[in-house]
T-cell receptor, first 114, second 112 residues
Framework: AQSVTQPDIHITVSEGASLELRCNYSYGATPYLFWYVQSPGQGLQLLLK??????LVQGIKGFEAEFKRSQSSFNLRKPSVHWSDAAEYFCAVGRGNAGNMLTFGGGTRLMVKP | NAGVMQNPRHLVRRRGQEARLRCSPMKGHSHVYWYRQLPEEGLKFMVY????????ESGMPKERFSAEFPKEGPSILRIQQVVRGDSAAYFC??????????FGEGSRLTVL
């Protein structure tokens, strides 16, 4: 069965600093991988996804993620964090024909210091 | 094009009552998914439906929970005889065929 681990429950960074959120997955086949962001009281918004091809994927809001098969990782990065990036971030692995059956990690809550 | 609409946004029930949560998918979407988010946890898959069919219900508790997506109208997640442990946020997502999932804002159930 697939699983997703986000080792960091909380992360605090200063505005303007770089960010990396970790994600490790376990899946028997080539994974479909996703990062979602959830603002308080809101639903989830897709930041980016990896299905195949280039292992460095670009997403919305200046985020990117790199798929590393050898490390079973799909870490999310942003070069310069803005205060509006404070939210909860979820990594997910998808199964099914197009990866539409998602298994989520426990989430990482990002706080941004002024 | 309206997004995924869920209602009610907040629902309070006493133990033993029934909870019904509704989800209207985005226009043109025929696939609906329900997820549950317990406090301080990630989302857990519950059920995947297409019109009039349950495709995968591997995440649904065996008792008290049911879901439907009729030919007309919204998808319904029904929880009978609620208990305190059912308190959670329930999220619906929809997709066109098996493409990207779009999530609603969730329904937050509180069981007293």
């Amino acid at each position: 069965a697939q699983s997703v681990t986000q080792p960091d429950i909380h992360i605090t960074v200063s505005e303007g600093a770089s960010l990396e959120l970790r994600c490790n997955y376990s899946y028997g086949a080539t994974p479909y991988l996703f990062w979602y962001v959830q603002s308080p009281g809101q639903g989830l918004q897709l930041l980016l996804k990896y299905f195949s091809g280039d292992t460095l994927v670009q997403g919305i809001k200046g985020f990117e993620a790199e798929f590393k098969r050898s490390q079973s990782s799909f870490n999310l990065r942003k070069p310069s964090v803005h205060w509006s990036d404070a939210a909860e971030y979820f990594c997910a692995v998808g199964r099914g024909n197009a990866g539409n059956m998602l298994t989520f990690g426990g989430g990482t809550r990002l706080m941004v210091k002024p | 094009n309206a997004g995924v609409m869920q209602n009610p946004r907040h629902l309070v029930r006493r133990r033993g009552q029934e909870a019904r949560l509704r989800c209207s998918p985005m226009k043109g979407h025929s696939h609906v998914y329900w997820y549950r988010q317990l406090p301080e946890e990630g989302l857990k898959f519950m059920v995947y439906l297409q019109k009039e069919n349950i495709i995968d219900e591997s995440g649904m508790p065996k008792e008290r929970f049911s879901a439907e997506f009729p030919k007309e109208g919204p998808s319904i997640l029904r929880i009978q005889q609620v208990v305190r442990g059912d308190s959670a946020a329930y999220f619906c997502a929809s997709s066109e065929n098996t493409g990207e999932l779009f999530f609603g804002e969730g329904s937050r159930l509180t069981v007293l």
